[in-house]
């Protein structure tokens, strides 16, 4: 059974920084693509990045690009997403998710998701 667990959610004033981790009880974690969604009150599940399976490639939403960094660590079955200046409009609850598919940015084509960490920016 594929278990995702994410922690590191928290209250930040704009412009700080948080660090989401993501847990995975996956075996071959190492195979999975993996990628980080976001969901604010209200509006649809956006995408945020993703990273290849080896970690040597990432890719970002514009909203976060150069903000926001993702990376795994395939020994821990952890991915990870540091996220800096933080602006009011980030709040959401942040979601990990994996995929056999490949590097994408749509919900559908990843096949496990986390329950969710909350993120909420003060201005």
């Known amino acids: 059974q594929v278990q995702l667990v994410e922690s590191g959610g928290g209250l930040v004033q704009a412009g700080g920084s948080l660090r989401l981790s993501c847990a995975a009880s996956?075996?071959?974690?190492?195979?999975?693509?993996m990628g980080w969604f976001r969901q604010a009150p209200g509006k649809e599940r956006d995408f945020v990045a993703a990273?290849?399976?080896?970690?040597?490639?990432?890719t970002y939403a514009d909203s976060v690009k150069g903000r926001f960094t993702i990376s795994r660590d395939n020994a821990k079955n952890t991915v990870y997403l540091q996220m800096n200046s933080l602006k009011p409009e980030d709040t959401a609850v942040y979601y990990c998710a994996a995929s056999l598919y490949g590097l994408g940015s749509r919900s559908s084509e990843y096949d496990y998701w986390g329950q969710g960490t909350q993120v909420t920016v003060s201005s």
């Open positions: 990273i290849t399976s080896s970690g040597g490639s990432t």
């Open positions: 996956i075996r071959t974690f190492s195979r999975y693509y």
